[in-house]
């Protein structure tokens, strides 16, 4: 049974969204099921299904899922990989074409334009989330009519800018915030990246932000689609053990655009080749069948377990809903207000 919010954050966000906490559910390719949007979404937070590569099938059956385990869509929205859009968009197109009462609240698009889909999002009623990691793309975003950015640091998980063109999401964040105040009030800030406990949400929204994106803490979680033997080495390893750079996407045979790479726990197969690139690329195949005979035997010491610098952070495997409210708790209790709610905007 899902814990009752016994606190309440209000932001422009919650308030945009109908939340009761400033929090979504990153859109994580593969590990945010259906099970780990609803079980945001009757936390209170906004759940986003991971989309990702635009596998049809697989969004059907986890937007569906979310949608009927939250009992409503509006809390439960969809996020896709928009470069891979680009090649191929069906999946876009039916959550698009849902009657209105069952299209998502929100869809995010990461890692690319996203302006040639725009006017079909407006067009559906759907608000757009844009993802960024650099300021440089913050214009084309509002150019695009996103009614939410998210500023996506260098420390998250996954997929995000490599080391020569990432942000930090300290830095980052305020000066996103800045530069909207000057161009575009009205269009809401997200934190991403590194966002993984009350601490970190607290100092997100007093950075500027109207809320945070939350990846790498709700990967770890028990609705997660995750392995749990990811998870289980990710509880035992700190911040110190994670790497940023393409040699999972190589083994992986992920084709994805320059300046984008992946972080994940910097496990000995990856080790092997950080320093190696380019003879990675010129000859994959016999540590390709490393890798595959390790996601076989769930061995993650050849596996990838997808992570980010929050890893330091993770210490238990809850469901998202203990998560989110331990989160929100500890959030407006270094607020300063305990009795229960806190208006970042005033009243």
Known sequence: MDPVPMTQINTRFTRHFGLSTPVALAPMALASGGALAAACARAGALGLVGGGYGDVAWT??????????????????????????????????WVLGLPSDQRPKALMLSFGDPRPYARRIADAGVALICQIQRLEQAAAAIEAGASVLVAQGAEAGGHGMNALNGRSTLTFVPELADWLADHA??????????????????????????????????????????????????????????????????????HWPAPY??????????????DRIDALRADPEAARADYDEGVRQGDFTRAHATAGEAVGLIHDRPSAGVLIARMTQEAVALLGNAHGTFGLDGP
Not at 65 to 93: H, N, P, V, Y
Not at 198 to 215: E, K, P, S
Request: hydrophobic share 40%; proline share 3%.
């Open 185 to 254: 009030p009205e269009t809401l800030l997200l934190a991403a990246g590194g966002i993984a406990d009350g601490r970190t949400l607290a100092a997100a929204l007093m950075l500027g932000a109207d809320g945070v994106l939350v990846g790498t803490r709700l990967w770890a979680s028990q609705e997660s689609l995750a392995p749990v033997g990811a998870q289980d080495l990710a509880m035992t390893t700190d911040g110190d053990g994670t790497a940023r750079s393409p040699v999972f996407d190589i083994l992986r045979r992920k």
């Open 60 to 93: 059907q059956r986890e937007y569906k899922a979310a949608c009927q385990s939250a009992l409503t869509t509006d809390r439960i929205g969809c996020g896709f990989i928009t470069w891979k859009m680009d090649e191929d968009a069906r999946a876009l197109d």
């Open 261 to 274: 790479d992946f972080r994940a726990l910097r496990n000995p197969l990856h080790r092997t080749w950080e």
